[in-house]
């Protein structure tokens, strides 16, 4: 779990850079530096996780840190819609992910670590209602697949 959750959130950092590297003198900067900070912060708590437990990363991080940061451009050089429709799809797989998670650790004696998912996975809702409040409920498709690469990711991290 802290593997793959180290994964998630170093690429939700990513996805925030590439799409500030587009979008950074746009309306949409403010937002997209909030929630980069708030995935710093969740980052930071899982690597601090990561090497406490003594767990190495994920075989696939030189890839997700590329293809994130790509991502992030990508959805944001569609414009600023598909960047908040990019932020509703990757929350919604997150979403699922840590409910999951929770639902997993329930009769678990790892309270810190129950505490940080929770944590977690209040601001991940948090982002995604934001980013449907500013318009990012359009781009079905393109939701669908990004959706579908996260799932994917969280598969592949959970086993190496
Ligand atoms: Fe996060
Ligand atoms: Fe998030």
Redesign the pocket.
């Known amino acids: 779990m802290v593997r793959v959750n180290h994964a998630g959130e170093s690429a939700?950092v990513r996805i925030y850079e590439g799409q500030l590297r587009v979008l950074g003198e746009s309306s949409l900067a403010p937002t997209l530096q909030h929630?980069l900070m708030q995935?710093q912060g969740h980052l930071a708590k899982f690597e601090a996780e990561r090497v406490s437990r003594n767990i190495a990363p994920t075989a696939f991080q030189p890839l997700w840190h590329r293809a994130s940061y790509a991502l992030g451009v990508a959805s944001a050089l569609l414009g600023k819609e598909a960047a908040l429709a990019c932020t509703v799809a990757v929350?919604e797989a997150i979403d699922e992910h840590y409910a999951a998670q929770l639902v997993a650790l329930k009769e678990s004696p790892e309270k810190d670590l129950k505490a940080l998912i929770h944590t977690c996975h209040q601001?991940?809702l948090a982002?995604k209602e934001e980013a449907q409040d500013l318009g990012g409920e359009k781009y079905r498709t393109f939701k669908q697949m990004i959706k579908t690469g996260c799932r994917l990711a969280i598969y592949l991290s959970e086993r190496g």
């Open positions: 939700a929630m995935e929350e601001e991940e982002h």
